[in-house]
């Protein structure tokens, strides 16, 4: 995409992370000691039961939000822990689950809005380089339209583009096809499976959507329940780039069974917790 | 050509609207025209304002044709148009202040709550005490309503704005300002035009009755003059205008609003 080159940059080390919430003295522990690593450029893909806080590690390594013990690093440098909550950067780019474009900018002002506002480009230059983007995908003519005109697979692929023209060290998307269709969704995964193969940087993929775990990422990374830990990584070892016909192949669906297991397991004790409390 | 007239002419909405208009009218001619209800006794039936509006000898001295007809609504014009300009640029920057600084906030929105349901007319006396000329006094309560009007809406209309485009905007390297020019004022717009809206009309309301009771000049005080003097076609005509130029500065405000807001129009399907 953007320049094409692997900066071997974007290496996440979660270490022992936990956070508490504690909303007028409802003492909530969300993760407990959490560990794991993402390598630089590696797609890592986040499944587990609702609430066990995935959205919780992405908005520390976002800047968004304080963790209460443990540390996140990125590639080396400490972002966050106890004592530290770093600020949102280009650097750590989120997509947003519920699409967060400027409903007032068109396609191409939301796109060239972070190199303009960064001043790392002159106008004219981001537009050419926007442009560029909008064509290498096939999404021409579109420029001056307001997002709300656009269905809402294009949103996201504009709002995918608008993170990577700052070409970040990390992307980190938050269930950003929920709510599409199945048509919609593998066009969305191709559009993905591209620009990764094309620029491959660290992804932080949140999802509860299996078949789309195993697609996308190099390593399926399945929570707990509520408190949340690493229930299990499963390393996903498909040829790369990804293509359909793999979803039907033996590999994929003995990964499939794997992490189908592991997030039963799981769902089941959500369930059963759930249960627990409204008694 | 011909067949855009015809869809216009035989369009439902027009129809209607027509309609209740005829209606409207009908009533007051039955009223006072036919029936002679008691309480209706002074009041002139339709066709004797128009007359007197469209007059070039009205009786009162104030139609269509007359100078002082125009000198009127200018006066009138011009106080809500320099209150209503104060209100939206003091407004508006306040509301957006207060919705972006929580510390302003704070400071503020107790004496906006307190101040804003008091109502403009209650505001004369010390208008004229504190204000140099009966003039300045009367924008002052034009103003006045319209202006918090204008605050609470702008909050509101920050407020409103969804959290993500915050910190999407923190994501791509906004500083503040950047925050401010690129989220918060457009974002707030919807709302801070609602509040204009609203504010015109308050504004409206608070002139005339400001004028009643401090004016020298104006629609407001012609009417007033016009309900001693008898000359009850002229407090009609003068009424109707005032309806007029409400109407015309709340669809000019809606003009303004959907240039500014071209993505909110398009959304509508507009």
Known sequence: MATGVQNNQGEILIKNVTKIYDPEGVHVVAMKDCSFDIAAGEFAVIV??????????????????????????????????????????????????????????????NVIYGPVVQKRMKKREAVDVARRMLHQVGLNGIEDKYPEELSSGVQRRVEILR?????????????????????AKTVMHEFLMDIFCESPRTMFFITHDLDEAIFLGNK????????????KIVHVNLAWPREHHMLASETYLDLKREVLEAVHEEAKKAFEAGEREMA | MISRLKATVTDPHLLRALTGIF???????????????????LIPNPIAVLKDWFSFT????????????YLDIAYSVGRTLAAFTLATVLGVTLGLFMGWNRTFYDFAFPVVEILRPMPPLSWIPLAILILPGVEIAVVYVTFI????????????????????????????????????????VPGSLPFIFTGLQIGMGISWMSLVAGEIIAGKQGLGYAIYEGYFLYQFEHVISYMFTLGILGYMSSAGIRAVGRRLMAWEARRRGA
């Open chain 1, 163 to 183: 993170a990577l023209i700052n070409k970040p060290k990390v992307v980190m998307l938050d269930e950003p096809f929920r709510g599409l269709d199945a048509v």
């Open chain 2, 145 to 184: 309503a319209a202006f918090f009007a204008t605050v609470l809406n702008t909050l509101l209309g920050v407020f409103s704005i969804d959290k993500n485009y915050f910190l999407a905007a923190r994501c791509l390297g906004s500083k503040p300002k950047d925050v401010f020019v690129n989220v918060i």
């Open chain 1, 48 to 109: 587990g039961p609702s609430g066990c806080g995935k959205t919780t590690l992405l908005n520390a390594i976002a800047g968004f939000d304080t963790i209460t013990s443990g540390e996140i690093y990125l590639d080396g440098e400490l972002i966050s822990s106890r004592d530290k909550q770093i600020r949102p950067d280009v650097e750590r780019m989120v997509v947003f689950q519920n699409g967060a474009l400027f409903p007032w900018k068109t396609v191409m002002e």
């Open chain 1, 220 to 231: 399926v990374v399945i929570m707990t329940t509520r408190p949340a830990q690493v229930k």
């Open chain 2, 23 to 41: 209606v409207f009218v009908g009533l007051w001619y039955l009223f006072t025209a036919v029936l002679n209800l008691p309480r209706f006794k």
């Open chain 2, 58 to 69: 009205p009786a009162s001295g104030r139609s269509i044709f007359t100078k002082v007809y």
